[in-house]
């Protein structure tokens, strides 16, 4: 990349953040999510993974800024003593890796479908079409429950808690990509009638050759919106599936399952085991879903203001 497309880009971007001081604010603080759970061994005060560093003793305990807290523990500990500074910060850290990966996987699957539908047409175009519409008249959050209770059913408990993750991921991944598929057709289609296609097809360029090499980069933009909604989609299917006790098991903290294993204390008086992981995972989603609206207002001419 060029000196001067930095420099546009760059341009672009603090025009973007002057313009959308909201968006800007919401990109510092996923940046600062990233960052802190990118180092969470480091920052974390201990291993919420290793049943050996916390004590039962030192369950329920309240935030160091309440009374009868301990000052050891920030943000208080849960109801097995763990502290739960730590378990938000590897909860957040599993719960992003859901959500990119899984968004990962819909794009694998979707981006190629929707470049060949609109691309070829006709009855290809057609088959993609309906099979995204099947897909998505079924609803995520059922297909996921009944996925991953079979796979529990199947597996057991045991060897779940061991393929929580990958299982997750291929889930939701599955499950949404009709939504990158309907982007990639619709915007193939626009592309394939330009005069930059039609050249390179009179110069010889096979149909995978136009499709990969000159369509793809002109449709990336609407692709990366799409994909930092889809990745708060997915957080919140993995938030929502480890609450129900279908994804993370209790061991492996989420944010899910930090917000399900509190559920039943609220009205104990240990709220903060269930609000304060709450209160990050909207936090999260708020902010991706922001940096997406300022991505397409970036990324889309039409949206700027004149």
Request: net charge positive; hydrophobic share 55%; charged share 15%.
């Given at each position: 990349?060029?000196?001067?497309?930095?420099?546009?880009?760059?341009?672009?971007?603090?025009?973007?953040?002057?313009?959308?001081?909201?968006?800007?604010?919401?990109?510092?603080?996923?940046?600062?999510?990233?960052?802190?759970?990118?180092?969470?061994?480091?920052?974390?005060?201990?291993?919420?993974?290793?049943?050996?560093?916390?004590?039962?003793?030192?369950?329920?305990?309240?935030?160091?800024?309440?009374?009868?807290?301990?000052?050891?523990?920030?943000?208080?500990?849960?109801?097995?003593?763990?502290?739960?500074?730590?378990?938000?910060?590897?909860?957040?850290?599993?719960?992003?890796?859901?959500?990119?990966?899984?968004?990962?996987?819909?794009?694998?699957?979707?981006?190629?479908?929707?470049?060949?539908?609109?691309?070829?047409?006709?009855?290809?175009?057609?088959?993609?079409?309906?099979?995204?519409?099947?897909?998505?008249?079924?609803?995520?959050?059922?297909?996921?429950?009944?996925?991953?209770?079979?796979?529990?059913?199947?597996?057991?408990?045991?060897?779940?808690?061991?393929?929580?993750?990958?299982?997750?991921?291929?889930?939701?991944?599955?499950?949404?990509?009709?939504?990158?598929?309907?982007?990639?057709?619709?915007?193939?289609?626009?592309?394939?009638?330009?005069?930059?296609?039609?050249?390179?097809?009179?110069?010889?360029?096979?149909?995978?050759?136009?499709?990969?090499?000159?369509?793809?980069?002109?449709?990336?933009?609407?692709?990366?919106?799409?994909?930092?909604?889809?990745?708060?989609?997915?957080?919140?299917?993995?938030?929502?599936?480890?609450?129900?006790?279908?994804?993370?098991p209790v061991t492996k903290p989420s944010l899910g399952t930090l917000i399900r294993s509190g559920y039943d204390l609220i009205f104990a008086g240990a709220w903060w085991v269930t609000v304060?992981?709450?209160?990050?995972?909207?936090?999260?989603?708020?902010?991706?879903?922001?940096?997406?609206?300022?991505?397409?207002?970036?990324?889309?001419?039409?949206?700027?203001?004149?």
């Amino acid at each position: 990349m060029s000196a001067q497309a930095l420099r546009t880009g760059r341009r672009a971007l603090l025009g973007l953040a002057a313009e959308r001081p909201g968006a800007a604010l919401a990109a510092a603080l996923l940046g600062v999510i990233v960052i802190a759970v990118a180092l969470a061994p480091l920052i974390a005060p201990q291993n919420p993974f290793d049943l050996a560093s916390f004590d039962v003793l030192d369950a329920e305990l309240p935030p160091s800024w309440l009374q009868g807290s301990d000052k050891r523990f920030l943000l208080g500990t849960d109801a097995q003593g763990r502290d739960l500074f730590s378990a938000i910060l590897y909860g957040t850290r599993i719960s992003l890796l859901v959500g990119v990966l899984a968004v990962a996987i819909q794009a694998a699957i979707g981006v190629p479908l929707g470049l060949l539908a609109g691309y070829v047409g006709g009855r290809t175009d057609s088959l993609v079409t309906r099979a995204a519409d099947i897909q998505l008249s079924l609803s995520t959050l059922m297909l996921a429950i009944i996925a991953l209770a079979l796979f529990r059913a199947g597996l057991g408990g045991e060897s779940l808690s061991h393929l929580a993750v990958p299982l997750l991921v291929l889930v939701i991944g599955l499950a949404e990509w009709p939504y990158f598929a309907r982007t990639a057709r619709a915007a193939t289609q626009v592309e394939a009638t330009k005069d930059y296609v039609r050249a390179a097809r009179a110069l010889g360029g096979s149909g995978p050759g136009v499709v990969w090499r000159h369509i793809l980069p002109n449709i990336l933009s609407p692709l990366i919106v799409v994909g930092t909604t889809q990745i708060a989609g997915a957080i919140m299917a993995e938030a929502a599936l480890s609450f129900l006790g279908l994804g993370m098991p209790v061991t492996k903290p989420s944010l899910g399952t930090l917000i399900r294993s509190g559920y039943d204390l609220i009205f104990a008086g240990a709220w903060w085991v269930t609000v304060i992981p709450g209160l990050v995972l909207i936090g999260l989603l708020v902010s991706v879903n922001l940096l997406g609206d300022a991505l397409r207002d970036g990324l889309d001419p039409r949206l700027r203001p004149r």
